[in-house]
């Protein structure tokens, strides 16, 4: 099947965003686990504090449901953090763990030039 030059780019930014959104929810996931176990709440409690099913909260957690914009708010404010806080980055290592990471990514990289 041959594609036109316009469904071709809309076909390759498609695939990008894709490959961002699913970025972006790792990140989700993993912050939302990381501040749900630094307040020391279970699944089941932070269901309370979201309304929602303890099925709700897992399934976000292991990449398996997506949350809703409303949902994100809730989970946030129950975890006392902004929302913004869900997205930045892996909360669970500090600056100097995700320096040392990049320096050693680079440094593969510059060997393989």
Known sequence: MAYSRCQYQNNYKFSTIVVIMKDYLEDFRMNMK???EKNSVSQTQLAILCDCGTGTIGGIE???AKPSFDMIIRIAEALKITP???FVRDSS??????KKQLKNQFEQI???L
């Open 34 to 36: 990381f501040y749900r």
């Open 62 to 64: 292991s990449g398996k």
């Open 110 to 112: 510059l060997e393989k």
């Open 84 to 86: 913004a806080d869900l």
């Open 93 to 98: 290592k500090n600056k100097i763990e995700i």
